[in-house]
């Protein structure tokens, strides 16, 4: 991995402004979801146009031309087109020549699936440098009035480019499904239901149940941390940084408290508390932000994992790369 670059909407929406409409106080917000702002794209933003910016940052840190990139991989719950994918207009936009390119649907594991794919194309010989995307407008498909979901999430998008390269090794993928939890993270009605009675039928929206994704992740993910480190041929005590998730603050400190991470002994991404939980753009966002705030430094032995609708899981070992 050689570079991540990242675009951060201007508006950002704090506790405060959400509250009243929710009918809370911002400590009950703070307390229940560590976040305390998050961003929300205007209507010029979109998840193609985020996703250009964040790639373009990327390219620029590492003095490369679009042209040189052969697979373009965007990771997105929000792009709302089915057709055409996303990836191919970012690489047009970009200005790469005739790249593969694809989108990704794995929820908030999304851009960890990337990665994965990235790595797996270039040590197969099939591919020499590829751009992960993770871009999401989620302040497009939740409801504002839903305590549940209108104080966790917020937009953003953050790009990899992965070449091979002596330094930033990215280690093996660890990745699965949980599918007979898949109502636990969902879009409610369905289009289905949403076509067959236009008039009756409200928008869809993003649904999830918070307490049960709470106690799964906080009894699931460190194993799966533990899973990840040994497929990267480390042990626990190896891992200088660690990028979960930014589902919400109290998921990450019951993970790394289950790990037996410490401040002292492992710094711990918390991007969350000021962007709220970006789905697919959530990884490179929170590594961006460890590393612009210099918390954590380049070539450091990271890892990192995400969940999310399905239930999907994936993540690896990997060493941290210059950002933006």
């Known amino acids: 991995m050689l570079t991540i670059g990242t675009y951060r909407p201007d508006r950002i929406v704090s506790n405060s402004e959400l509250a009243p409409e929710l009918g809370v106080d911002e400590a009950w917000i703070t307390t229940r979801t560590g976040i305390t702002e998050r961003r929300f794209a205007g209507g010029h933003e979109t998840v193609i146009s985020m996703a250009v910016q964040a790639a373009q940052s990327a390219l620029d840190v590492a003095k490369l031309s679009a042209g040189k990139i052969d697979v373009v991989i965007l990771a997105s719950s929000t792009h709302l087109n089915q057709t055409p994918a996303a990836a191919p207009i970012i690489a047009a936009e970009l200005g790469c020549d005739r790249p593969a390119a694809f989108d990704i649907s794995a ?78 993270i969902r879009q409610e009605p369905t289009w289905e239901q949403q076509r067959a009675d236009p008039a009756g039928t409200p928008t869809p929206f993003l649904m999830m149940e918070g307490t049960e994704v709470f106690r799964w992740a906080t009894t699931a993910v460190p194993k799966i941390v533990s899973e990840i480190a040994e497929a990267g041929g480390i042990a626990l005590s190896d891992i200088e940084v660690f990028v979960p998730h930014q589902a919400n603050l109290r998921i990450i400190d019951g993970v790394a408290r289950k790990l037996g991470w410490t401040d002292e002994s492992v710094v711990v991404a918390d991007d969350v508390r000021r962007a709220g939980n970006t789905s697919a753009a959530a990884l490179p966002l929170a590594i961006a932000d460890l590393i612009s705030s210099g918390r954590a430094k380049p070539g450091q032995l990271a890892l990192q994992v995400s969940f999310g609708a399905g239930l999907s899981y994936a993540g690896q070992v990997f060493d941290l790369p210059k950002v933006a």
Do not use: M
Request: overall charge neutral.
């Open 107 to 184: 929820g908030c594991s999304g851009y960890a699936h990337g990665i994965g794919q990235a790595a797996a194309l270039i040590n197969a010989g099939q591919s020499d440098t590829i751009l992960v995307i993770g871009s999401e407008k989620l302040s497009n498909v939740i409801d504002r009035n839903s305590r549940s979901v209108a104080p966790i999430f917020g937009d953003g998008s953050g790009a990899a480019l992965i070449t091979r390269t002596e330094s930033g090794y990215i280690r093996r993928t660890i990745w699965g499904s949980i599918g007979e939890q898949s109502h636990l």
